[in-house]
């Protein structure tokens, strides 16, 4: 949703399809800025935020929003700030004084993380309509979204474009392009159960056209078939067990909850998810694991998420203080997912942890703003482009750990 993973990595991949970082989910090293690069004072993070500036920021307004902080009118506006003209967002922009042209690589993941937060704070509707109708025109047709307009589509980045468009009010399975909507999507990706991988998604068909299970892309799919986003509730319908669902015609929740077996299989293993970075063989991935937290705790199975909740209250911290906010971020939609305390994660304060990456927070929930924070500090260009970020772009959500989506067993669905 995720992605998704759905922003705390950066790692470069010389083949198509062999990333190696990710945007929504596990982040073990974060690029150090450059010396001569003075970072804007609304950012969130100290890192280079060339690659994932726009997503950092959104997952960390995101989640204080969802733990009750008001964040810094000048962290809202950096964000507002950087979106072009046409509505879409690229991963960072160094001058947003410059218009956005041709050779402005805007990408679907920046776009929807950005519509998922400004959407929660509320009172940005312009930005975010602009953004969704950007995200509506660059859809493919089969109904997904790859991380680039005119990429193929890939689980994570139709994972986090559904959770764009439930932060806006709008039902996934009626944002439709020749008939097909994003649930086709994440149906087309996901494995039928038995064989190895059984139940998973898969980021993209391989060369050959095989579905190759991938957790990360895994987690996305789970929360995003629920028609969530990075901030997802709890399953109206806790349960134990998960089962891989064999049916005829399979469909979204089917799909979705077949993910959460998956994941919960894999779990079983090691109360965490295994890094799948090159020269990482059997590291945990900190991200991916607090990712598949929150589609198992979507999808209801509460019970399967505590212990992997429990590895993460007790290990995570070195990771989180090394990779920034988004890390911070992914923890606290794990903890809220779960009913768990993020003030209290493993005697860590998660929400202070994550407010001091960036600009003070303005206050704590229910403070009215000042007719100055309520201004929109918007900067209006347009752009568009693949290019190599396209390259890079996948690399950032194919599955090495994204870092942010489901079954017939929850009665009552989110379309």
């Given at each position: 949703m995720s992605v998704r993973r759905t922003a705390a990595v950066l790692a470069a991949t010389a083949v198509l399809g062999a990333v190696i970082a990710p945007a929504a989910s596990a982040a073990d090293s974060s690029p150090s800025p450059s010396p001569s690069v003075a970072l804007p004072s609304g950012l969130f993070g100290s890192a280079d935020p060339t690659y994932d500036g726009v997503w950092r920021q959104s997952l960390a307004l995101l989640a204080q929003h969802t733990v009750g902080v008001r964040p810094a009118a000048k962290a809202v506006y950096w964000l507002t700030g950087q979106q072009c003209a046409n509505g879409a967002y690229a991963a960072y922009r160094a001058d947003v004084t410059a218009a956005c042209d041709a050779k402005t690589q805007v990408d679907t993941n920046s776009t929807a993380a950005a519509v998922q937060a400004l959407g929660a704070l509320g009172g940005h509707d312009d930005a975010t309509g602009r953004a969704v109708t950007w995200l509506k025109s660059v859809q493919n047709k089969d109904g997904g979204w790859g991380y680039m307009a005119g990429g193929p589509s890939d689980t994570n980045s139709t994972s986090v474009v559904i959770g764009a468009l439930k932060a806006v009010g709008?039902?996934?399975?009626?944002?439709?392009?020749?008939?097909?909507?994003?649930?086709?999507?994440?149906?087309?990706?996901?494995?039928?159960?038995?064989?190895?991988?059984?139940?998973?998604?898969?980021?993209?068909?391989?060369?050959?056209?095989?579905?190759?299970?991938?957790?990360?892309?895994?987690?996305?799919?789970v929360v995003a078939s629920l028609g969530q986003g990075f901030?997802?509730?709890?399953?109206?319908?806790?349960?134990?067990?998960?089962?891989?669902?064999?049916?005829?015609?399979?469909?979204?929740?089917?799909?979705?909850?077949?993910?959460?077996?998956?994941?919960?299989?894999?779990?079983?293993?090691?109360?965490?998810?295994?890094?799948?970075?090159?020269?990482?063989?059997?590291?945990p991935d900190y991200g991916n694991t607090a990712d598949a937290v929150v589609a198992l705790s979507a999808d209801g199975a509460t019970k399967l998420a505590k212990?992997?909740?429990?590895?993460?209250?007790?290990?995570?911290?070195?990771?989180?203080?090394?990779?920034?906010?988004?890390?911070?971020?992914?923890?606290?939609?794990?903890?809220?997912?779960?009913?768990?305390?993020?003030?209290?994660?493993?005697?860590?304060?998660?929400?202070?942890?994550?407010?001091?990456?960036?600009?003070?927070?303005?206050?704590?929930?229910?403070?009215?703003?000042?007719?100055?924070?309520?201004?929109?500090?918007?900067?209006?260009?347009?752009?568009?482009?693949?290019?190599?970020?396209w390259i890079i772009g996948v690399g950032l959500v194919a599955g090495i750990g994204i870092g942010f989506l489901i079954s017939g067993r929850n009665k009552k669905r989110q379309l």
């Open positions: 709008k039902k996934p399975a009626s944002v439709t392009k020749d008939g097909k909507s994003p649930y086709d999507t994440l149906v087309k990706l996901s494995k039928v159960c038995g064989g190895e991988g059984g139940g998973a998604f898969a980021y993209q068909p391989d060369k050959t056209g095989k579905l190759v299970a991938n957790a990360d892309a895994t987690a996305a799919g901030v997802a509730e709890a399953g109206l319908e806790p349960y134990d067990l998960t089962q891989c669902v064999i049916a005829e015609t399979p469909n979204r929740t089917d799909a979705g909850s077949n993910g959460a077996d998956y994941l919960a299989r894999s779990l079983a293993k090691t109360p965490y998810l295994k890094s799948a970075l090159p020269g990482a063989k059997d590291q212990e992997p909740l429990a590895w993460l209250e007790k290990n995570s911290a070195d990771w989180a203080a090394k990779s920034g906010p988004a890390a911070y971020a992914q923890l606290i939609f794990a903890a809220h997912a779960t009913g768990t305390d993020p003030r209290d994660f493993g005697g860590k304060d998660l929400v202070a942890q994550l407010n001091a990456t960036g600009p003070a927070p303005a206050a704590a929930a229910g403070a009215s703003a000042s007719p100055s924070e309520k201004k929109n500090d918007e900067k209006k260009d347009d752009g568009n482009g693949l290019g190599v970020w």
